[in-house]
Each structure stands twice: as structure tokens, then as C-alpha cells.
């Protein structure tokens, strides 16, 4: 039998704002554990908590750029439960009026295209995390993320692969990315990730019983999660057992999910309205101002690059991969580069230095007036490229002024037509072989013969005048 894998998200992302959703507590990743509460996150008697303005409109940012429907009365409700990281045994969500529904993400598999159903989007608060210390076989609880701001994104069971997921996940992060309403930073939990998944015979249209892996957070998990998952249904049921609706954990040792709790539904959280939080009105001034601020996102960005700049699909691709890359590009073709060689010179050079150093785009000392000039060098003729390389390289980290340090360093390409053949000539007469070899067909001994006239001249002349050079000279 030819099954079908069913597939649908559940994806929390913590928002970039300084302060929690209900208090003001410092959202800042880190700290010591337990430095970072105050008597409205932990949940402390009498204290009332108040909404974070700041919140409200990263949802709306969302939710809008997700084509979802924004909900302008809109409220929060207590969700019920106990675990040791939930101070207060309850979460305030959101479960009857999510801030945002009925949403579309178009994403790009391979071939075709491919719509993902945004079912809600809502907000709610982060719980605590629980630290389990094996030397004394004891686990802790940090309470430091408790209250820090989320927004929870469900879709419709619309996957049917694991790499479907991770094109999908892609285009979120790279959305809430540019919109700056979170970091994304899996690593740390900005985003992660819950999977429900079930299987069917193909053509069914039943839904199986689905299983719920928790908090997974980063891609590679996500796949082999997800392949594991239907593996062991599939077996389940081709053996006549059947399959527990159950949340379970992915262990990334032993490259296997396992049980931790039957899955529970929303009665089994006893919600009912938050009596501490008043409803969220919304105007229809308050969502025109905040449609009105959103930034163009990557996907109409690589579009206005291939039409304004005939730049290749690639090349606007790459560029557009991170936010303060694509800023940093057209700061660049601003001040005059043309649009092909700063592409070029980003994908290159700069990826290269940012590889190297294990850093961000936005974290780098080099600024695009510094690599413009230097590329205008080059096309001035007073830099050649492979020295404009080792200038790029001497100027990354500190971003001084390109003219000084190639002035300093006596670094100006050498235009002298008379210093560049004396200079060939000397080649010619130290090596007679390869003058030899060359004329006999040799094309290699014509590229050593170039390679010495560089290095005569100390890498400092223009590759094409020597070349010309030599071959008037050979050719005499």
C-alpha cells in the first residue's frame, strides 16, 4: 500500500521586543537564571499584568504580511495547566479571538508552487525552561523566559513532505525577518517548531490519528523528525496496531522520537477570558497606519532586483537572503556601483569575510561608501582586481578610508606604458625557454612569462596592459 504523510504547524516565535509582553522585564537571551522575573511573570498574588503595545503591533505586522484576516476586537484567555516552568499554572493566550486568521503563504518547491493555509495567528506568553543538572540529578527552573512575548502561527494540515516544511519555515523566517519583528534565531529559541503529523492510505481523504513532536528548532531536526515519525506510523499500522494520539519528544542522540504525554485537547486547558486583560480594539485607522509602514519583502525585492537591475535569479537570490545584506546593496548601487559588479563583490568577497568570521551581515565594520570607492578604484584603472581583493581584505574589519591605505602602502596600479614593457623585456631576456616553449605553442609558458611580469612590477599593473605587452614583444 502507498501511504500518504499529512503534515501540519504549529510554529512559536519569539518577538524582538525589549521588554515582556505583560511586564517590564528585559527580553535580552541569557542572564543568569532568575534575573531576568519580576512578581507579573512569575505570577506573584496581586500583581495585574498590562499589555505590551509593542506586541500587538508585530502580531498585526504578521498577520498582514501572511495575507491573514486581522481580528479588530480581540481578546486573551487563561489556558490551564500545571508544569514546574508555568509559575502561575496558567499561560494567557489566545484561543477564541486570535489577533489574526485565515491567512496564505505561497512557497516554492522544486518545480511548482504551492499554497499553505494559515489557519491563526495568535499571540500568547513564553513559559520558563526547566535546566537538568546530571551530576546531582536534579532539574532546576529558570524562569528568565517566562512572559517574554510570542506569536503562535497554526496552519492547515496543507504539507505533505519534510522538505515542503522546511520551505515553508524558510519563508516565515525570512518574512518575520524583514518585517524585524524577531531574530529568528533557532539556536536560541526565537523559533521553534511543533509537528503534527499523521498518515493515509494515498487517495484518502480521512485524516489519520496524529502524533505532536514538540519544540524543534532547526531544519536538519525537523526532516529526519518528520521521516522518522511516518516511518514508525507506517510500521504501526502494516503491523494492525494502532497509531496513540500522544505528544512526543525528538531526540537528536538517539535520532528517535518517544512518548511524553497523551495529547491533549483545548477542554482538557479548561480556557475561559482573561479577567485581568481587557479586550484588544483595533480601529480601521490602526491597521491602515501599520499596513502603511510595511517594508517591501524579499519575494517583491528579488522581483524589482531582476527588473531594475537585470540582475540573474542567483544573484538576487543570494542577495536578498538577509535583510542587512540587501540593505548594505543598495546603499552600493546608491553611491554609483553598478548594480552587477556590487553584486559580484558582495557574493564573493564579502560572503567570503562573513563566512570566515562566523558573522552577521549587520554586525560588520565594513560600510558600502568604503567597498563603493574601491570599486571605483578598479574602474578608475588605479587598483587592478586582484590587489583591490588584498586592499578589501587589509580594510573589513575596520573600514578605513581605501585612498589612505592604498596611498600608505604604495598600492596605485602601475599605468606607465614604459615601465611595464621594460619590464616585460626583463622577463624575456631571464627566461629564454619559456620563450622558447611558447613559441613552439605553448600557451602555459605565456601564462608563467605574465605571472613574472606581475610580480616585476609588484603585482601593480593592469593584467590586460601586460598581456598586450608581452605578446607585441614575443610576437616581434
Same mark, same amino acid.
Not at 356 to 370: F, S
Not at 406 to 430: F, G, I, M, P, Y
Given at each position: 500500500m502507498t501511504w500518504e504523510i499529512v503534515i501540519g504547524l504549529e510554529t512559536h516565535v519569539e518577538l524582538a521586543t525589549k521588554t515582556k509582553i505583560f511586564c517590564a522585564c528585559t527580553t535580552?537571551?541569557?542572564?543568569?537564571?532568575?534575573?531576568?522575573?519580576?512578581?507579573?511573570?512569575?505570577?506573584?498574588?496581586?500583581?495585574?499584568?498590562?499589555?505590551?503595545?509593542?506586541?500587538?503591533?508585530?502580531?498585526?505586522?504578521?498577520?498582514?504580511?501572511?495575507?491573514?484576516?486581522?481580528?479588530?476586537?480581540?481578546?486573551?484567555d487563561r489556558k490551564n495547566y500545571f508544569y514546574p516552568?508555568?509559575?502561575?499554572?496558567?499561560?494567557?493566550?489566545?484561543?477564541?479571538?486570535?489577533?489574526?486568521r485565515d491567512g496564505a503563504v505561497s512557497i516554492h518547491t522544486g518545480?511548482?508552487?504551492?499554497?499553505?493555509?494559515?489557519?491563526?495567528?495568535?499571540?500568547?506568553?513564553?513559559? *520558563?525552561?526547566?535546566?537538568?543538572?546530571?551530576?546531582?540529578?536534579?532539574? $532546576?527552573? &529558570?524562569? +528568565?523566559?517566562?512572559?517574554? /512575548?510570542?506569536?503562535?502561527?497554526?496552519?492547515?494540515?496543507?504539507?505533505?513532505?519534510?522538505?515542503?516544511?522546511?520551505?515553508?519555515?524558510?519563508?516565515?523566517?525570512?518574512?518575520?525577518?524583514?518585517? *524585524?519583528?524577531?531574530?529568528?534565531?533557532?539556536?536560541?529559541?526565537?523559533? $521553534?517548531? &511543533?509537528? +503534527?503529523?499523521?498518515?493515509? /492510505?494515498?487517495g484518502s481523504m480521512e485524516l489519520g490519528t496524529r502524533t505532536e513532536m514538540k519544540n524543534l528548532n532547526s531544519f536538519k531536526s525537523i526532516v529526519r523528525a518528520i521521516d522518522y515519525e511516518a516511518k514508525r506510523q507506517i510500521?504501526?499500522?502494516?503491523?494492525?496496531?494502532?497509531?496513540?494520539?500522544?505528544?512526543?519528544?525528538?531526540?537528536?542522540?538517539?535520532?528517535?522520537?518517544?512518548?511524553?504525554?497523551?495529547k491533549e485537547n483545548a477542554q482538557?486547558?479548561?480556557?475561559?477570558?482573561?479577567?485581568?486583560?481587557?479586550?484588544?480594539?483595533?480601529?480601521?485607522?490602526?491597521l491602515d497606519e501599520l499596513r502603511a509602514t510595511q517594508p517591501e519583502l524579499a519575494e517583491a525585492k528579488r522581483a524589482r532586483y531582476q527588473r531594475d537591475y537585470s540582475l540573474?535569479?542567483?544573484?538576487?537570490?543570494?542577495?536578498?537572503?538577509?535583510?542587512?545584506?540587501?540593505?548594505f546593496f543598495e546603499r552600493l548601487v546608491a553611491l554609483g556601483t553598478p548594480p552587477k559588479q556590487g553584486a559580484n563583490w558582495i557574493m564573493g568577497e564579502v560572503l567570503g569575510a562573513l563566512s570566515?568570521?562566523?558573522?552577521?551581515?549587520?554586525?560588520?565594520?565594513?560600510?558600502?561608501?568604503?567597498l563603493a570607492r574601491l570599486i571605483a578604484l578598479v574602474d578608475e584603472g588605479r587598483l587592478n582586481r586582484n590587489t583591490a581583493v588584498k586592499v578589501f581584505e587589509a580594510v573589513f574589519d575596520t573600514d578605513q578610508?581605501?585612498?589612505?591605505?592604498?596611498?600608505?602602502?604604495?598600492?596605485?596600479?602601475?599605468?606607465?606604458?614604459?615601465?611595464?614593457?621594460?619590464?616585460?623585456?626583463?622577463?624575456?631576456?631571464?627566461?629564454?625557454?619559456s620563450v622558447s616553449d611558447y613559441r613552439s605553442g605553448k600557451e602555459k609558458a605565456f601564462g608563467f612569462m605574465v605571472g613574472q611580469a606581475m610580480r616585476e612590477l609588484k603585482g601593480k599593473a593592469n593584467p590586460q596592459t601586460v598581456n598586450a605587452a608581452l605578446r607585441e614583444l614575443l610576437e616581434t
Open positions: 535580552a537571551f541569557g542572564g543568569p537564571p532568575n534575573t531576568h522575573c519580576c512578581p507579573v511573570c512569575t505570577g506573584m498574588p496581586g500583581a495585574l499584568p498590562v499589555l505590551n503595545k509593542k506586541v500587538l503591533e508585530f502580531a498585526v505586522k504578521a498577520g498582514l504580511a501572511l495575507n491573514c484576516s486581522i481580528t479588530q476586537h480581540s481578546r486573551f516552568d508555568l509559575p502561575k499554572a496558567y499561560q494567557i493566550s489566545q484561543l477564541y479571538l486570535p489577533i489574526a518545480a511548482e508552487n504551492k499554497t499553505v493555509r494559515i489557519h491563526e495567528l495568535h499571540m500568547e506568553e513564553d513559559a *520558563g525552561k526547566l535546566i537538568h543538572d546530571p551530576w546531582l540529578d536534579q532539574t $532546576r527552573a &529558570d524562569y +528568565n523566559r517566562c512572559g517574554v /512575548p510570542l506569536i503562535e502561527i497554526v496552519t492547515e494540515p496543507d504539507f505533505r513532505t519534510a522538505y515542503e516544511v522546511v520551505a515553508y519555515l524558510e519563508k516565515l523566517k525570512e518574512t518575520l525577518q524583514y518585517l *524585524g519583528v524577531s531574530d529568528c534565531k533557532m539556536q536560541e529559541g526565537s523559533l $521553534r517548531c &511543533d509537528v +503534527n503529523l499523521s498518515v493515509r /492510505p494515498m510500521e504501526l499500522i502494516e503491523e494492525g496496531k494502532r497509531v496513540i494520539q500522544e505528544t512526543r519528544r525528538w531526540d537528536e542522540n538517539k535520532d528517535a522520537t518517544y512518548a511524553m504525554r497523551s482538557d486547558y479548561r480556557y475561559f477570558p482573561e479577567p485581568d486583560l481587557p479586550p484588544v480594539e483595533l480601529s480601521q485607522n490602526d540573474p535569479l542567483y544573484d538576487c537570490q543570494m542577495l536578498t537572503s538577509d535583510k542587512a545584506l540587501a540593505a570566515q568570521r562566523a558573522m552577521e551581515a549587520k554586525d560588520m565594520a565594513l560600510t558600502a561608501p568604503t578610508d581605501v585612498d589612505e591605505y592604498v596611498t600608505a602602502h604604495n598600492l596605485e596600479q602601475v599605468n606607465d606604458s614604459r615601465l611595464v614593457l621594460e619590464a616585460c623585456v626583463k622577463v624575456l631576456q631571464a627566461h629564454p625557454q
